[in-house]
């Protein structure tokens, strides 16, 4: 988010992990392609520099299972959430296994989900892919003329 959002110039940044096993790192109207994919090359070695103690992780775990699994919701938003898991067709038990996969969460997850990040580009499994401004686009550098689309 600093790197990205703060010094980069870019409307906003993220990072993704899907239950599917798909990583993705954000960056929204991002003038700095380049840069940004150059701070995303970083992320495991950041990660591994700055791994969180057990306190953090414990306020970490409070936090994504009180916000993911008991915030208080409306009726509207209960629903919602119950048609996705009836779509997605996960049980109880599923929700209760991702909890406990959460309350189990240790330093050797956060080592091990760098190294997961690091494989993907040293395989050549990554996606790269850029949305915005052409000419922000191409002036990265990354991407070859004939794959730099304009909508």
Do not use: C, H
């Amino acid at each position: 988010w600093d790197e990205i959002r703060a010094k980069g110039g870019a409307y906003g940044a993220s990072a993704i992990s899907t239950r599917q096993g798909l990583v993705g790192f954000v960056s929204y109207r991002d003038p700095r392609v380049s840069d940004t994919y150059t701070v995303y090359d970083g992320v495991p070695d950041w990660i591994e520099s700055n791994m969180p103690s057990e306190d953090e992780i414990g306020s970490m775990i409070v936090s994504t299972v009180g916000s993911a699994y008991f915030a208080p919701r409306s009726p509207i938003d209960l629903g919602n959430a119950a048609l996705t898991r009836y779509l997605i067709d996960q049980t109880a038990a599923d929700r209760q296994a991702e909890i406990e996969t959460i309350l189990s969460t240790t330093p050797a997850d956060f080592k091990a989900y760098a190294d997961t990040i690091r494989t993907l580009k040293e395989t050549g499994k990554e996606i790269r892919t850029a949305l915005g401004g052409a000419n922000a686009i191409r002036a990265s550098g990354i991407f070859a003329e004939e794959d730099v689309k304009e909508l």
